[in-house]
T-cell receptor, first 111, second 116 residues
Framework: RKEVEQDPGPFNVPEGATVAFNCTYS??????FFWYRQDCRKEPKLLMS???SGNEDGRFTAQLNRASQYISLLIRDSKLSDSATYLC????????????FGKGTRLSVIA | GAVVSQHPSWVICKSGTSVKIECRSL??????MFWYRQFPKQSLMLMAT?????????EQGVEKDKFLINHASLTLSTLTVTSAHPEDSSFYIC????????????FGPGTRLTVT
């Protein structure tokens, strides 16, 4: 089983739709969790951290379920500019250890 | 967020030559930087962990003699692709962690390497 797994998509949704992505991780000792956004031919950019209590930033909501070992990202009222690949990332120990990334989920928001 | 720069942003080189990629933390000191590689439509794959003042730690399957990493200062890590081959063509990205912060890491803009 891979350390971090994501549905690769693509998810093709109309503007205004709500879309959710899940990501599962295999290491129960994982300490920190993130969602990154990556545009084509660009570097990943931190979208948000994921906490057990949930984290909301505008139209974006991230959740962590430690018992089931998955994290989720919900995007409400999708915009064309949300089209990108969304990567989940997990860190097991500390900031000085590398993040382990999923393969990413591609989202296309269609007018 | 913190700023990490990379240079060059893209490079084309001939097979057999060497290419050096620089990764700099611009507004913080990074004792640890990470080098990733990403092939088209693939995930980010960690190549190595670069530690300031000591040897890099390479991931399994990454040739340390081919991908030379030097982290000589707290703000600069370099990756040299030696004797490059077309199969080394990829998107190389570095990241750094801000000491004392939470666990997130910030990425440089990446270097697109094409070996002809």
């Amino acid at each position: 089983r891979k350390e971090v797994e994501q549905d690769p998509g693509p998810f093709n949704v109309p503007e205004g739709a709500t879309v959710a992505f899940n990501c599962t991780y295999s290491n129960s000792a994982s300490q920190s969790f993130f969602w990154y956004r990556q545009d084509c031919r660009k570097e990943p950019k931190l979208l948000m951290s994921v906490y057990s209590s949930g984290n909301e930033d505008g139209r974006f909501t991230a959740q962590l379920n430690r018992a089931s070992q998955y994290i989720s990202l919900l995007i409400r009222d999708s915009k064309l500019s949300d089209s990108a690949t969304y990567l989940c990332a997990v860190n097991s120990f500390s900031g000085n250890t590398p993040l382990v990334f999923g393969k990413g989920t591609r989202l296309s928001v269609i007018a | 967020g913190a700023v990490v720069s990379q240079h060059p942003s893209w490079v084309i080189c001939k097979s057999g030559t060497s290419v050096k990629i620089e990764c700099r933390s611009l507004d913080f000191q990074a004792t640890t930087m990470f080098w990733y590689r990403q092939f088209p439509k693939q995930s980010l794959m960690l190549m190595a962990t670069s530690n300031e003042g000591s040897k890099a730690t390479y991931e399994q399957g990454v040739e340390k003699d081919k991908f030379l990493i030097n982290h000589a200062s707290l703000t600069l890590s370099t990756l040299t692709v030696t004797s490059a081959h077309p199969e080394d063509s990829s998107f190389y990205i570095c990241s750094a962690h801000i000491p004392g912060s939470a666990y997130e890491q910030y990425f440089g803009p990446g270097t697109r390497l094409t070996v002809t």
